[in-house]
Structures are given as C-alpha cells and as structure tokens.
C-alpha cells in the first residue's frame, strides 16, 4: 500500500481490536476459512492414500494418528464449527435478518444492527466451537 | 501621510488554568517533502469540557501555527474534522479528552484516506463513490411538472429512511471498514448506506438501477458485516443496517 | 457471471455442504473413531454407491466455497485488471483441478480398482 493511499492495509484488515465482537467474528471468520481451506486440500490429498491400497493407508494413518494429529484435528473442528455458526449468523444477517429496523437515531447514537442478537449469535459460535473440540478431544484421545 | 495599520493584537481567549494536562502526539507528514510521518508532542492544559479539536487548536494558537487540521462547524454537524484519535476514527469536536480515559492522545489523519497534510485528507475518492450511486431522486415526473404539489410522504415512509438521511459525510466509517483497508476500488460504507438512503425513500424509482450499479465484484458483496462502520458513526447513520437492507433486495429477502 | 449469482451460489453451497460434512463426521462418531478409520471400513464406504457419491457431492460443494472464499480474500488484498483476472482465473482452474484428483479417488476406490 502506498503511503499516498494511506490505506492501513493488511494490519489493519487483520487487526480485531477497537471495534468489537463483531470486527472479531469477522477476523476469526477468515482465519477459519482460510485454515479449512489448506485442511480440505490436505484432506483430499491425503484420503488418496487409499489407492495405494493397505500398505498406503496405513501409512497415512502412522502419520496423522498421532498427537500432532489429533491436535490439528482438534483446532480443525474448532474451525468448522465457528466458520458454520458464524457463517449462518452472517448469511442471516445479509440478508437484513435481525439487523433491527430503521428509525429516527437519538443520542448516544447506538447501533440498531450492532445488537444482542447478533452478538448472542458470534458468542454462541464461539462456545459451540470450543464444545466440540473439547468433544473432538475426548474422542480422539480418548481411545 | 498614508495610515499603516499594524496587526491587531490578538486578544487571548481565557487561558486554561487547569492543573490537568495531556500529551498530545500530531502526526506531521508532508508528502511533498516528507518520506514518512513523525509526531510531535505538545502538553495541554484541558478542562472536563474539552475536546480534542480544542487541544489541537490550542497547540495550533500557541505552540505550532503550522498543523494543518480541517474544521468547521465545532458541533458534529459538517464531518469535517474526521481523524484517527488514539487509533480509532472520531470526530475530533465530538470527542471529550475525558472520555478518552488516557494522558497520552494521539491523533493522525483518518486511514484508508489520502493525506494533504498533517491531519487534513483527501475527500475525492469517497465523493466519486457517493456520486456514482446517485444519490438523488430518479424518477420520470419531477414536483414541478406533476399535478400534485409534492410528492406526500407519510411519518412511517419518512421512518424507513430517515436515519441515514443524516450522513454528514465523514468519512469515519470508511476509515473504519477493514475491506477499505486493502481494497482500493470497494465502493465503501458511506455510497452503500446512501444506496439504500435512496432506495428506502418511497419518492424514488430508480432501485433497479443502483442495486445494478452495486452488484459488482467491488461493490456491496465486498462488504462482510464486521460492522466497524457502524460502531464509529458518529450521527446514528448504522451504515451496516442500511447496506444488509440493501443486499436483502439482491438476495431476494426483501422485494 | 454477475457477482450476485457467484455470491448466491458461495451460500447455496456452504448451507448444502453443512448437512452432509455432518453425515460424514457422524459415520466417523457412530462406528468408533478409530475402527471407522481401519483400511477395510474406509474401503465399504467408498464402495457404497450413495456415500461416495455424498464424497463427491462435498467435494464439489467445498471446493467451490472455498476458492470463491479465497478469491474475494486475494481480490481485496489487490487490485488491478490483469490481477483480477488471474485471480478468478486461477481460484476456478484450483478449483477444478481439486474436484478432478478427489474424483479421482472416489470413482476409482469405488470401481474396486485399489
């Protein structure tokens, strides 16, 4: 970015500071995404093991089995749940669900669309993801 | 004999006498002959009812004549003095050093806005935004040539609308959204909020053609509900409420 | 194609991908984790003809989400005409080129030929 566009670029794209909850779920909602991403391509990747028939599978399985693994898979579930909850909660809210209704502002000039529900709804995405990777955890290290 | 008239001797308001004094860090940077900016500091006496435009035109009056800042009004009505203070965009007469709970503010020109000088920036770009959703009244007749006096407007038509009616033109929220943070082409909160401003006031006819306008890969698909805009705006404008409203009627929520 | 229909289909798939993603985990949760994992088990749901073409369903539906994700992430970081274009250019041909090599997989654990 050049110093004659003054833009803040990615610092300040990534930044989740000074603007609440909301710019928050919208930074983690990235990271999220972006972690799935490089997820899903190794998972295809790697699920292609099963052509080499047992002797690759098993191999996969050496490698992915492990703590190291299961810890990836952990912060991946992590991920799948914040990017679905939240995601639903922003489709939602594209679409003007729950944005609150037009009216004549009044001091102190609180946002209407920045409400509880939307909030409730970046919170909940939050605890349901740290839920299921406590889940995820019992499960895998479990066995 | 011709008169020579001398500079009358500037009467000082009342000086402030307060014991309580903040930092205050400007941010100084000239792009014709600076490579980056640098920040000078100044200590200045404030009063519970002080606010930042004060302090910087305090320190303009008795400390540095050359800070360039942009003003007006004094009172949040012209959005002229929009500027990053202690890293969040305000209004510099809106804000009480009080209510900024710190001995230290530093203030710098709004982001993702090209600087003059010092604090004042660039409008251009935000204007071309603005112009380029129209924002005016398109329909065919006109309140001159129709039969009826003006076109009526019930208090609940005038409700759907009215709240971003109120945009003063900041530029606060366009400082604040984190895709104008990278994306130089996005269209930007303040154009999208004046959309639906247009679109929501019965008396227009011309939805199809701004929804058109928008939808592009730089337009309103690029804003994603992070809701920045709105946290800063300093008029109630909620710019978010306004731009998912909008996207409602492209999503097919809303017709 | 207009954006409004690209950004209809980035929800369309991300709602549909959600149910089934869901039916996938479960199968891993309801046989055991571990023992859902053995070669053998892995094999029996890639011969079962409704749960492969489930696989591929996600498969589609994933990589089309997730590369448009990734497009509107590189086409806000910069701008330009010819960055644009190789952009989206490239996020479709990834895209394609995904679908093809987990096709791959599906179709020929399915036929029986691993």
């Not at chain 2, 003003?71 to 012209?78: I, L, N, V």
Request: hydrophobic share 40%; with cysteine.
């Amino acid at each position: 970015m050049t110093q004659d566009e003054n833009k803040e670029g990615i610092g300040g794209m990534i930044n989740p500071r000074r603007y609440g909850i909301e710019r928050v779920a919208y930074w983690l909602m990235r990271l999220s995404g972006l972690g799935l991403l490089a997820y899903f391509i190794a998972h295809i990747y790697e699920t292609s093991n099963i052509l080499r028939g047992q002797v690759g599978w098993d191999e996969l399985m050496e490698m992915t089995s492990t703590t190291e693994g299961h810890i990836i898979l952990t912060l991946v579930i992590g991920m799948c749940v914040f990017h679905t909850v939240n995601g639903v909660r922003v489709m939602l809210g594209h679409g003007g669900v729950g944005v609150g209704k037009p009216s004549r502002p009044d001091y102190p000039y609180d946002p209407a669309s920045q409400n509880y529900r939307h909030k409730i709804g970046i919170y909940s995405a939050i605890v349901l993801a740290a839920v299921a990777m406590m889940y995820g955890m019992a499960v895998m290290f479990g066995e | 004999m011709a008169q020579v008239s001398s500079i009358a001797e500037e009467q000082t308001s009342t000086p402030l006498s307060s014991s309580k004094s903040i930092t205050l860090r400007i941010s100084r940077y000239n792009p014709k002959h600076d490579d980056s900016s640098i920040f000078t500091e100044f200590s200045v006496p404030y009063e519970k009812w002080t606010t930042v435009l004060d302090v910087i035109l305090e320190v303009k009056k008795h400390f540095d004549h050359s800070v360039a800042v942009r003003y007006s009004c004094r009172q949040a009505s012209c959005g002229s003095c929009g500027m990053m203070i202690n890293g969040k965009p305000k209004l510099a007469c809106f804000t009480k050093i009080t209510e900024l709970n710190s001995n230290v503010i530093t203030v710098e020109p709004m982001s993702n806005f090209p600087i003059i000088r010092d604090l004042a920036v660039k409008f251009e770009r935000m204007f071309e935004s603005h112009h380029k959703i129209k924002p005016y009244l398109i329909r065919d007749d006109s309140e001159i040539e129709s039969d009826e006096k003006e076109f009526l407007q019930s208090p609940k038509e005038v409700e759907q609308y009215i709240q971003f009616a109120n945009c003063i033109k900041c530029g606060l929220c366009n400082s604040a959204c984190p895709t104008m943070a990278t994306d130089s082409s996005f269209v930007g909160p303040q154009a999208l909020a004046q959309a639906y401003r247009y679109v929501a006031d019965s008396r227009d006819k011309g939805k199809d053609t701004r929804l058109k306008i928008i939808d592009e890969s730089h337009g309103i698909w690029r804003c994603h509900f992070a809701g920045s805009c709105s946290q800063v705006c300093p008029k109630g404008v909620d710019p978010a409420m306004g731009i998912q409203l909008l996207r409602g009627y492209l999503l097919g929520f809303r017709s | 194609m207009r954006e409004s229909t690209i950004m209809k289909i980035h929800y369309g798939t991300a709602i549909a991908a959600v149910a089934l993603v869901a039916v996938h985990v479960l199968m891993r949760l309801t046989q055991g984790f571990a023992e859902s994992l053995e070669f053998e088990n892995v094999l029996a749901n890639y011969k079962f003809v409704p749960y492969a073409i489930m696989l591929e369903l996600i498969l589609v539906l994933l990589s089309i989400h997730g590369f448009n994700g990734l497009r509107v992430i590189l086409l806000e970081l910069k701008q330009g005409k010819t960055y644009e274009k190789a952009v989206s250019y490239g996020c479709l041909a990834a895209m394609i080129g995904l679908i093809a090599y987990g096709s791959r997989t599906i179709i020929v654990t399915n036929m029986g030929m691993v």
